[in-house]
Antibody, heavy 121, light 106 residues
Framework: QVQLVESGGGLVKPGGSLRLSCAAS????????MSWIRQAPGKGLEWVSY????????YYADSVKGRFTISRDNAKNSLYLQMNSLRAEDTAVYYC??????????????WGQGTMVTVSS | SYELTQPPSVSVSPGQTASITCSGD??????ACWYQQKPGQSPVLVIY???KRPSGIPERFSGSNSGNTATLTISGTQAMDEADYYC?????????FGTGTKVTVL
């Protein structure tokens, strides 16, 4: 079945780094844009970044620009988020999501279960 | 930056209709979609392109978008519909989520 599984979350000190991964299965990964979306504890959803199907187009939310890097490996059906210079306000559950922008829908139709990132000293 | 505003909470009796609004500048010129999120679970897409339902989403969920407001309507609300709901819009480079609405089925 269509599935996204995130990994790589954990506890990190302010200023530290973490790399999240998202393994896709059940669909042709290389056909789809992909996004990272986060949700701070008890708060709403915040889009973080998206990457086009080929990896040639990338955008970031202003809150993470210059600190986070999104990438993908279509041969491995995997999406990544490299997070540097982490701050307390980056503490959140991070979801990867299948992004239907390429089909003109602009919606996230498949979500992973999320991975928790905690930034604290 | 673009913002989408939703009421913090909506209460509805079982079997009645719940309407959740999402307001943003010229939102009607963009596509809006809606997500349902139950406690401890990942969001689920319930409406895309203003009014379309993904496969598996019950017909009681419907959507509209015009002017500055998109609306999610739940007809014949059931206890299982109690959840947080988020609207979302997109443009050429960015995505924006609404502030979220907690729907309580009394």
């Amino acid at each position: 079945q269509v599935q996204l599984v995130e990994s790589g979350g954990g506890l990190v000190k302010p200023g530290g780094s973490l790399r999240l991964s998202c393994a896709a299965s059940g669909f042709t990964f290389s056909d789809y844009y992909m996004s990272w979306i986060r949700q701070a504890p008890g708060k709403g959803l915040e889009w973080v970044s998206y990457i086009s199907s080929s990896g040639s187009t990338i955008y970031y939310a202003d809150s993470v620009k210059g600190r986070f890097t999104i990438s993908r490996d279509n041969a491995k059906n995997s999406l990544y988020l490299q997070m540097n210079s982490l701050r307390a306000e980056d503490t959140a559950v991070y979801y990867c999501a299948r992004d239907t922008r390429g089909a003109g829908m602009g919606a996230f139709d498949i979500w992973g279960q999320g991975t928790m990132v905690t930034v604290s000293s | 930056s673009y913002e989408l505003t939703q009421p913090p909470s909506v209460s509805v009796s079982p079997g009645q209709t719940a309407s959740i609004t999402c307001s943003g500048d010229k939102l009607g010129d963009k596509y809006a979609c809606w997500y349902q999120q139950k406690p401890g679970q990942s969001p689920v897409l319930v409406i895309y392109q203003d009014s379309k339902r993904p496969s598996g989403i019950p017909e009681r969920f419907s959507g509209s978008n015009s002017g500055n407001t998109a609306t999610l309507t739940i007809s014949g609300t059931q206890a299982m519909d109690e959840a947080d709901y988020y609207c979302q819009a997109w443009d050429s480079s960015l995505y924006v989520f609404g502030t979220g609405t907690k729907v309580t089925v009394l």
